[in-house]
């Protein structure tokens, strides 16, 4: 079974760093990408990057030049780095994964979240 867990989250002030990280556990045979994705109070959930494997990294016009993804596939694991932060990043943030297992089949699988408060 395939989990993913985040951490990192917390209250940080407009401005400052910080960084979200994703462990996945559970049997894959293919990863085809890894990603995070946020929730603001009321709204919908929104993709902030993603990672293609073997392909490019895209994010959301919002956090350019600010967040940053990285992912350690020798230890399925990923990380955002979110630099100068604002009020509007404010969100429960989720760690997404696009696999194929070893039964075959292709799944879309998602953490739990993690909240990220940003005061002003």
């Known amino acids: 079974q395939v989990q993913l867990m985040e951490s990192g989250g917390g209250l940080v002030q407009a401005g400052e760093s910080l960084t979200l990280a994703c462990v996945v556990s559970?049997?894959?045979?293919?990863?085809?990408?890894m990603g995070w994705y946020r929730q603001g109070l009321g709204k919908q959930r929104d993709m902030v990057a993603v990672?293609?494997?073997?392909?490019?990294?895209y994010y959301a016009d919002s956090v350019k030049g600010r967040f940053t993804i990285s992912r350690d596939d020798a230890n399925n694991a990923m990380t955002l780095q979110m630099n100068s932060l604002k009020p509007e990043d404010t969100a429960v943030y989720y760690c997404?994964?696009?696999?194929?297992?070893?039964?075959?089949?292709?799944?879309?699988?998602w953490g739990q979240g993690t909240q990220v408060t940003v005061s002003s």
């Open positions: 997404n994964l696009v696999a194929r297992v070893p039964d075959g089949s292709v799944d879309t699988y």
């Open positions: 559970g049997s894959i045979f293919k990863t085809y990408s």
């Open positions: 990672e293609i494997t073997g392909g490019n990294s």
